[in-house]
């Protein structure tokens, strides 16, 4: 089992950045991978960028590469997505996930191929 806490939201303005964290416990970090979704109000559940198991390999979503960027501490256990340039429509509530494995391929931009899950926390920005 693993826990996943996300930190880091709040309310900014476009044009702005954020850092947020997903912190890990429970298990070996460093056999998950990670994965960081975000869903809006009436929309569905969206990928915005995911990382392999020893952050060798990331794919991110059209919209959000050259924007955000997904980095890992395995000794921290603990993923982060730095977000920049920030737009109203990144407003959502974003969500880490992790699944355990060292297989890692463009499939893991699917929110059904992680087993567990965060809190989510809201990042809202303001035009």
């Known amino acids: 089992q693993v826990q996943l806490v996300e930190s880091g939201g709040g309310l900014v303005q476009a044009g702005d950045s954020l850092r947020l964290s997903c912190a890990a416990s429970?298990?070996?970090?460093?056999?998950?991978?990670m994965g960081w979704f975000r869903q809006a109000p009436g929309k569905e559940r969206e990928f915005v960028g995911a990382?392999?198991?020893?952050?060798?390999?990331?794919y991110y979503a059209d919209s959000m590469r050259g924007r955000f960027t997904i980095s890992r501490d395995n000794a921290k256990m603990t993923v982060y997505l730095q977000m920049n340039s920030l737009k109203p429509e990144d407003t959502a509530v974003y969500y880490c996930?992790?699944?355990?494995?060292?297989?890692?391929?463009?499939?893991?931009?699917?929110?059904?191929?992680?087993?567990?899950w965060g809190q989510g926390t809201q990042v809202t920005v303001s035009s």
């Open positions: 429970g298990r070996t970090f460093s056999n998950y991978a």
């Open positions: 996930a992790a699944v355990r494995t060292y297989y890692f391929d463009s499939y893991y931009r699917t929110a059904v191929k992680y087993d567990y």
């Open positions: 990382n392999s198991w020893n952050g060798g390999n990331t």
